[in-house]
Nanobody, 115 residues
């Protein structure tokens, strides 16, 4: 069983920055992929960014150029640096990990961007 704990959410004005962190109870280097998803009220959960085993990254089109995902194998953390935030980035952000055929989710952290 892998536990994922997110931190770093909060309230920020449009144009501001936040850094989210996901602490894993197991080695992140053992995961095929680690990702951040988000879910806004009334909307489906969507992929924001993903980093796979080899270090390659993928981003949703809506966040490219503003958000960066990174992984620290020594600390077993995955971070999401979010810059130039927009009100439409408001959502609960979830950490996600894939190891073998098992998927793990964190509890989520709220990000609210005011206009």
């Amino acid at each position: 069983q892998v536990q994922l704990v997110e931190s770093g959410g909060g309230l920020v004005q449009a144009g501001g920055s936040l850094r989210l962190s996901c602490a894993a109870s197991a080695s992140v280097s053992s995961m095929q992929a680690m990702s951040w998803y988000r879910q806004a009220p009334g909307k489906q959960r969507e992929l924001v960014a993903r980093i796979i085993d080899g270090g390659s990254t993928d981003y949703a089109h809506s966040v490219k150029g503003r958000i960066t995902i990174s992984r620290d194998n020594a600390k077993n953390t995955v971070s999401l640096q979010m810059n130039s935030l927009k009100p439409e980035d408001t959502a609960v952000y979830y950490c996600h990990a894939l190891r073998g055929w098992i998927v793990y989710w964190g509890q989520g952290t709220q990000v609210t961007v005011s206009s």
